[in-house]
């Protein structure tokens, strides 16, 4: 899997109708969430993805039964441990949703530190503010966390800075606190309000004003079925798919409403997208106008879509801009686009994109999960043959992907390098 690659020859229009998957960062907190309680909970829609697996096997490893039936999880997280596997748990940074349920099932967590990643240090200095004033005794030892919880407290805090996973996380600890949590400045994304759902599922009161939101939790938290939302990011990356080669793609199983700055951009990037009978239409159309973008927090162009939207403003009519807002160093793309003829700048967070004529099919490498993917849509459009290296990064965010492109049309092939 470590040597998998992408071949794909350009140059082809999709068309057709394709199934988005699961959401991968939605599943990831609803696994985690599934420990607050000790009955078994049901998770439906989950998608086949690497960090899927991983949590899985996290959950297995501190004692929790998982059966896996297609793509439904039933959960029975009776007896577990309060300690989670280093080797697993640095692998996925999402690990850190792992505090709260042993926090509330074991009075305490040991979880190694998540390091940085290619697209930044990625601190969680908030989720440990935030744990803190909950009355959580936090230590750092040789890489590891040492959390202690005897005596969590309701209170009000303020996110210095909004963030996903550390917004769900104080939405998961302050839902096991039986009395009042007032939290500010959260994190709004659809996979946030898919697990305030659940949370509310297993007892807790959660009521949201704004980026202001009131919790009132329960002790014992009651086990959920839920299905999860369906994947936004890989929406937007075949909504992309379909522009950038000019296509016709129909996306069935998507939310609109989660794609809002996504068919935005779209539209004034000249493209046709229609929403009817609850799908969601592209077509692909010349030429491609240039935009100027900024990733920014839900309800906001996401940076998730920032490799995959640079991908299309290669071939663009005229200069296009994006700043990446959220993560300090996610232009790692751009090595990697230039080498098919693209002409994009960067200084500090702004990248400036000259739209050329034509991209040219290269050996071109991975960095992180969506850069992989911007990667292929470059691929689908170059003249020639693109191969796209280390994609066990792709594999930790897309349900395969290559299959999904090839049933639109597209020549991609995937290859184990010996
Ligand atoms: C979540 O990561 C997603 N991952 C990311 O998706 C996504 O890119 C990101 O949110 C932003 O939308 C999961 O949900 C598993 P943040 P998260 O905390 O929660 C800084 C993908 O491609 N920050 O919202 O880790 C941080 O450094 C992945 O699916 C602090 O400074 O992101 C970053 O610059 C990639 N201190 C910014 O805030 C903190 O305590 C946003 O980070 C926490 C974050």
Redesign the pocket.
């Known amino acids: 899997m470590h040597r998998d690659y992408l071949i794909i020859e350009g140059g082809r229009s999709l068309k057709g109708e394709v199934l988005v998957s699961g959401s991968?960062?939605s599943s990831?907190?609803l696994i985690f969430a599934s420990l607050l309680s000790e009955g078994e909970s049901l998770l439906e829609g989950v998608p086949e993805l690497l960090?899927v697996r991983n949590a899985i096997e996290i959950l297995k490893f501190l004692g929790a039964k998982v059966k896996k039936v297609g793509n439904s999880l039933k959960i029975l997280p009776k007896e577990i441990g309060c300690m989670a596997p280093d080797c697993l748990v640095r692998k996925?940074?999402?690990s850190?949703?792992l505090i709260p349920p042993l926090l509330k099932r074991k009075g305490r967590a040991v979880v190694s530190m998540p390091g940085g990643?290619a697209?930044?240090?990625?601190?969680?200095?908030?989720?440990?503010?935030y744990f803190k004033r909950a009355g959580v005794e936090v230590e750092m030892e040789g890489g590891y966390l040492l959390l202690r919880g005897k005596k969590l407290r309701g209170c009000e805090f303020t996110?210095?800075?909004?963030?996903?996973?550390?917004?769900?996380n104080a939405l998961m600890l302050s839902s096991c606190i039986e009395e009042e949590t007032y939290l500010h400045n959260v994190?709004l994304?659809p996979?946030v309000l898919d697990l305030v759902e659940v949370l509310k599922k297993m007892g807790a009161r959660i009521s949201l004003k704004g980026r202001s939101a009131l919790v009132i939790g329960k002790r014992d938290l009651k086990p959920f079925k839920h299905r999860v939302i369906p994947d936004r990011?890989e929406a937007g990356t075949l909504l992309v798919a379909g522009a950038i080669t000019k296509g016709e793609v129909v996306l069935r199983g998507a939310i609109p409403e989660h794609l809002k700055s996504v068919i935005e951009a779209l539209r004034r990037a000249n493209q046709e997208v229609l929403l009817e009978d609850g799908k969601i239409y592209i077509r692909g159309k010349s030429p491609i106008k240039p935009l100027s973008l900024e990733t920014r927090?839900?309800p906001g162009f996401?940076?998730?879509m920032q490799a995959q939207f640079m991908a299309l403003l290669c071939v663009a009519e005229g200069r296009s801009l994006i700043r990446e807002r959220?993560?300090?160093n996610r232009f790692k793309h751009v090595g990697e686009l230039l080498r098919m003829g693209a002409r994009i700048y960067v200084k500090g967070d702004l990248a400036q994109i000259e739209g050329v004529k034509k991209l040219y099919g290269a050996e071109v490498f991975s960095t992180?999960?969506?850069a992989s993917a911007g990667l292929v849509l470059a691929g689908l459009r170059a003249e020639g043959i693109t191969l796209v290296k280390d994609i066990y990064h792709l594999d930790?965010?897309y349900e395969r992907l290559e299959e999904k492109l090839k049933k639109l049309g597209a020549k991609i092939e995937r290859e184990t390098q010996v």
């Open positions: 991968k960062n990831l907190a960090d996925m940074r999402a850190v949703m990643c697209i930044g240090v990625r601190p969680i200095d908030q989720h440990l503010k996110f210095d800075r909004i963030t996903v996973t550390g917004t769900m994190a994304e996979e990011i927090e839900f996401p940076t998730d959220i993560f300090e992180d999960l969506r930790r965010g």
